[in-house]
């Protein structure tokens, strides 16, 4: 089983769509929670840390349920633009400074016209 | 500044040569880290440097990968022997100290084994 495990779609959305995005970690050690966004043939590159208490950057919201062991990512008003893999990130360090992270295999959207 | 770099972009190999992959981290970042992603999966740890120091290499897959970093700064992974299951992109990230939590990824390489 993989350590981290997220549901690799595709998600096909209409823009303007609200889609959610789940993933659960199996290592109750984990400290630091992230999602990042890789477009097609890039890099990764960090989307936003996920705190217990919820956290909203514009029309991303993401959430942690440490009780659960589950990490979600919510995205608003959908654009062509927020068209790309959504990976779903551990850490078991406090910071990514000591640690390794964890990658699940990514969720791929696509939202169209 | 300057992000990560990573060369070559691109490596073609025979399956059975060697090859070499460099990463220049960020200026001052100390910490180092290596990573595969196969397609269509997630990037998986290969290994980590804090400055020249290899405090993790749980993840290279086999004995024929070998990572260094010499002076705590430009690093290289090589691969010896290579076989087809290496293909992959190779991503090298770096942090600096008491930094924020984020990793800053180069570009990869990618590697096609044929």
């Known amino acids: 089983r993989k350590e981290v495990e997220q549901d690799p779609g595709p998600f096909n959305v209409p823009e303007g769509a609200t889609v959610a995005f789940n993933c659960t970690y199996s290592n109750s050690a984990s400290q630091s929670f992230f999602w990042y966004r890789q477009d097609c043939r890039k890099e990764p590159k960090l989307l936003m840390s996920?705190?217990?208490s919820g956290n909203e950057d514009g029309r991303f919201t993401a959430q942690l349920n440490r009780a659960s062991q589950y990490i979600s990512l919510l995205i608003r008003d959908s654009k062509l633009s927020d068209s790309a893999t959504y990976l779903c990130?551990?850490?078991?360090?406090?910071?990514?400074?000591?640690?390794?992270?964890?990658f699940g295999q990514g969720t791929t959207l696509q939202v169209k016209p | 500044g300057a992000g990560v770099s990573q060369s070559p972009r691109y490596k073609v190999a025979k399956r059975g040569q060697d090859v070499a992959l460099r990463c220049d981290p960020i200026s001052g970042h100390v910490s180092l880290f290596w990573y595969q992603q196969a397609l269509g999966q997630g990037p998986e740890f290969l290994t980590y440097?804090?400055?020249?120091?290899?405090?993790?290499k749980s993840g290279l897959p086999s004995d024929r990968f070998f990572a260094e970093r010499p002076e705590g700064s430009v690093s290289t992974l090589k691969i010896q022997r290579t076989q087809q299951e290496d293909s992959a992109v190779y991503l090298c990230?770096?942090?600096?100290?008491?930094?924020?939590?984020?990793?800053?990824f180069g570009p990869g390489t990618r590697l096609t084994v044929l």
């Open positions: 990230a770096s942090i600096g100290r008491g930094g924020t939590d984020t990793q800053y």
């Open positions: 996920v705190y217990s």
């Open positions: 990130v551990v850490n078991k360090a406090s910071s990514s400074n000591t640690g390794k992270l964890i």
């Open positions: 440097f804090q400055n020249e120091a290899q405090l993790d």
